[in-house]
């Protein structure tokens, strides 16, 4: 097979946890407090536990959040552009250990608090989104969030179920693996949102030709199902047949979109190389 260009910061940091030490969790489990997440935090906690986001190793503590909120750098010194933070309406103690839960009850990974805080959300919408201005849709997203943050690292029990599309909703790993036995080495990423048009099939399939790539469309699943959300993935896969033959693959990205400007799209970028992409095509404005 093929070489793929390497996951960021050299290699996938997969979440979930091996079979034998799976069911000794999930016994664990029963007896945690639980937290149910809301759709934009399966988003998130679903690229952690398989690997989109390394090289995470689970939601951040205060140091990497503050130093990535200053200047787009983790505590390490690696670049890093977007916080990833679990936040909640009431503090967690440092220390307890809390299974995370889907809305359907089921377990999907225990989190170990390394710490929690309350968050400037104001400094943080200056500094990540531009301004602290009310109804910008930055902080509108922040807004929405509640006001303490939770790091900590996580042990995955099972990725947030989906009923549609399951053959599409690949992990970085399977991508990466499917695309090497494609015959590629370099890969052109594209994350649409909406029905691509005639002027997006002609640049990415020439983009993907010019670079000799092969082209991973990764449809953005979004917080939720939009009503259009079932034409768009069918518009999507009535589009491949007609790139040349081998090129193009189609996946679904469970990705809560940040309205970031610069931010996201690095941001997507590094996501878009866990999966094994080695150039980005970015869209909109």
Known sequence: M????????????????????????????????????????????????????SPLQGFMGRADYEGVVADMHLA????????????????????????????????????????????DQMQEARQVYGTDQAGHPGVVFLDSLGKYYVGGTLQGLNLP?????????????????????AGHSRVAAFQPHHVMHRAQFDFTRHVAQE???????????????????????????????????????LSLLPLCPRPAEVREVLWRAIVARNYGCSHFIVGGD
């Open 211 to 249: 670079n000799d790539a092969g082209l991973l469309i990764q449809a953005i699943a979004g917080v939720a199902a939009s009503p259009d959300h079932f034409t768009r993935m069918r518009c999507y896969q009535a589009l491949l047949p007609h790139y040349p033959h081998g090129i193009a693959k």
């Open 76 to 119: 390490d010194g690696r670049f890093w552009p977007i916080p990833i933070v679990l936040d909640v309406t009431e503090g967690l103690a440092a220390g307890s250990r809390v299974v995370l839960k889907e809305p359907g009850g089921a377990f999907l990974a225990i989190l170990s608090v390394s710490e929690c805080w309350q968050a």
């Open 2 to 53: 093929n070489e793929l260009i390497f996951p960021y910061g050299g290699q996938l940091v997969e979440l979930m946890a091996g079979d034998a030490h799976r069911e000794a969790l999930l016994h664990e489990a029963a007896s945690l407090p639980a937290l149910t997440l809301n759709p934009r935090q399966l988003c998130d906690l679903e690229l952690l536990l398989n690997g989109a986001l």
């Open 161 to 181: 179920s989906h009923g549609d599309f399951t053959a599409l909703r690949l992990t970085p790993a399977a991508t990466r693996e499917q695309l090497a036995q």
